[in-house]
Nanobody, 120 residues
Framework: QVQLVESGGGLVQAGGSLRLSCAAS????????MGWYRQAPGKQRELVAS???????NYADSVKGRFTISRDNAENTVSLQMNSLKPEDTAVYYC??????????????WGQGTQVTVSS
């Protein structure tokens, strides 16, 4: 089994910054893509940013230039630096990892979610 543990959410004023972190542990052979998704009340879960094992990144248009995703392959962690936050960034943020298992197979795992609230 694999566990993803997130940290770093909270309440911040518009224009402020937060940093989210996610650590993966368990029967991990390799991790391909890692990413952050978010889900606001009444809306579908959406991709915020992702990074593959080679370091290539992908961002939602709404966060480009404000958010930066990074990962540490040795530690199996992924972080999301969020700057210039806006009220519309308010959501539950989820970490996701595409994990190759020690026993074989490849599966997607999700964290439990962390609340980010941006006040105007």
């Amino acid at each position: 089994q694999v566990q993803l543990v997130e940290s770093g959410g909270g309440l911040v004023q518009a224009g402020g910054s937060l940093r989210l972190s996610c650590a993966a542990s368990g029967s991990i052979f390799s991790i391909n893509a890692m990413g952050w998704y978010r889900q606001a009340p009444g809306k579908q879960r959406e991709l915020v940013a992702s990074v593959n094992s080679g370091g290539s990144t992908n961002y939602a248009d709404s966060v480009k230039g404000r958010f930066t995703i990074s990962r540490d392959n040795a530690e199996n962690t992924v972080s999301l630096q969020m700057n210039s936050l806006k009220p519309e960034d308010t959501a539950v943020y989820y970490c996701k990892a595409d994990v190759g298992m020690v026993v074989g197979g490849e599966y997607d795992y999700w964290g439990q979610g962390t609340q980010v609230t941006v006040s105007s």
